[in-house]
């Protein structure tokens, strides 16, 4: 039986396994689904208990657990280990689903619930490949699964385990299929990824809310301040008004332009799925040069005074912010976070009291352009999509990446099935029927090369 018979025989029995662990709220974001999350790890382990696997564990961490299993019987072969991850965002506002996010439903070819996409439905297609590879007696590589249950928090618990257990992770190259396709029937190896670094700050102008009436126009008002700041935080032409913020950041190669030009891309569709509409950045930069290969600042929220329904008449006393940076090749996250809150600071006005909190951060990633791990990925997904695939760049981060490489030394590959429409992180999050098939059969092609 070829490999797409043998997958289509399973599909049923793939996607009850798939809708059960589906049905589970891994909500790792939420202390109160702390039980769900548990539970998601024992029903996964016991799964690769079926695949076929060994050494299947949980692994504990300080916070959820890491789900480990593998498969070292192939003599010879490569170690290749798959990373993924069990944990989901939280399915809120929940009135906006057509279907509740935790009851996996099929519509129009598509899987609807929370993490069907992101990332249980990517993460157990290598499962069903090695559990029919196994049973075949033909998988002709070392599997090593690494099944985290942090990432939607930033896998803050995982590169310490990651750096406790290198003989347990041994292996040649690390797989993750958590990145998109850039468009629907095209396949797509991710080159690479963009690193991040994280600001909170608040500025205080008063001891407390102030009656507008009594003290309005005669007193600093915190949000107006908070308004001001961030205002300058960019220039008119859309860069980045930050001193440093750009040091080390090189220009994209001739090669690397003409790679991004010769891609199918439309401002109008990307806009479509923004739901946006105008397209603002950098001036004289292409979209996929924007989100791909410069560094960016972004307000991610902002908050001050009286929230409530109705009217409170006060001048606020305090204003809050969160900023994110995504970051590209030679940009240090640490320098990045100190130079944006060193312009912070000189953009608040001496009376206010200003507090700068910085968070973590990762680098950005570049795979190895001659690996031979590409040159399978490519051969596999040809055969399964009938298309070269698309060699692209994600504008998000995936932190472990940069710890497979800091820890382990190990190149990653990133061959994702899902589409760039299919609502991550938000409500009706669904994943294509047709990917979900014929990325097994990519993964199938891949193993066995």
Avoid at 71 to 98: F, M, R
Avoid at 184 to 200: D, F, Q, S
Avoid at 317 to 339: F, G, H, M, S, W
Wanted: charged share 20%.
């Amino acid at each position: 039986m070829d490999p797409a018979a043998d997958l289509a025989q399973r599909r049923e029995a793939q996607l009850d396994e798939l809708f059960a662990l589906l049905s589970i709220p891994s909500v790792s974001t939420d202390p109160q689904h702390a039980p769900d999350v548990r539970r998601a790890a024992t029903h996964l382990s016991d799964f690769m208990r079926k695949v076929g696997l060994e050494h299947v564990a949980l692994h504990e961490t300080e916070g959820h657990p890491v789900v480990y299993g593998d498969w070292l019987h192939a003599p010879g072969g490569p170690t290749v280990l798959v990373y993924g991850h069990y944990d989901v965002q939280p399915a809120d506002p929940l009135a906006l689903w057509q279907s509740p996010p935790f009851e996996p439903t099929v519509r129009d070819g598509r899987i609807y619930a929370r993490g069907a996409t992101d990332d249980k439905g990517q993460m157990m297609m290598h499962l069903f490949v090695a559990q029919a590879l196994i049973a075949r007696g033909e998988l002709r590589v070392n599997l090593r699964f690494l099944i985290e249950g942090e990432e939607e928090i930033g896998s803050v618990h995982l590169a310490s385990f990651v750096a406790s257990h290198k003989s347990l992770l041994a292996a040649d190259y690390v797989i993750v299929s958590d990145s998109p396709m850039l468009r629907a029937g095209v396949p797509a190896i991710c080159l690479g990824l963009r690193g991040l670094t994280a600001l909170e700050f608040s500025l205080r102008t008063a001891g407390h809310d102030l009656h507008s009436g009594n003290f309005g126009g005669a007193v600093p008002n915190a949000a107006h301040e908070l308004a001001r700041i961030i205002s300058g935080l960019h220039a008119p032409d859309g860069s980045v008004a930050v001193a440093g913020f750009y040091d080390g950041v090189k220009e994209l190669s001739p090669d690397e332009r003409s790679a991004f030009d010769r891609l199918d891309f439309s401002d109008a569709e990307f806009l479509a799925q923004a739901g946006a509409l105008a397209l603002v950045g950098e001036s004289g930069r292409t979209t996929l040069e924007r989100v791909w290969s410069r560094p960016t600042l972004e307000v991610n929220g902002m908050w001050s005074g009286f929230l409530g329904e109705g009217r409170k008449t006060v001048v606020p006393a305090v204003a809050e912010a969160k900023i994110t940076c995504r970051l590209v090749p030679n940009q240090d996250p640490a320098a990045v976070a100190e130079a944006v809150a060193a312009h912070l600071r000189r953009s608040a006005p001496p009376w206010a009291e200003l507090d700068v909190r910085i968070g973590a951060g990762d680098p950005a990633f570049l795979a190895p352009p001659h690996h031979p791990a590409l040159a399978a990925a490519r051969a596999a997904l040809r055969e399964a999509y009938g298309k070269d695939p698309d060699e692209i760049r994600m504008g998000g981060s995936i932190p472990v990446v940069t710890t497979f490489r800091s820890e382990l030394g190990l190149p990653t590959l990133l061959m994702g099935f899902g589409l760039p429409d299919e609502n991550l992180h938000a409500p009706n999050e669904h994943f294509s029927l047709d990917n979900f098939a014929r990325g097994m059969l990519a993964l199938w092609h891949f193993y066995q090369a």
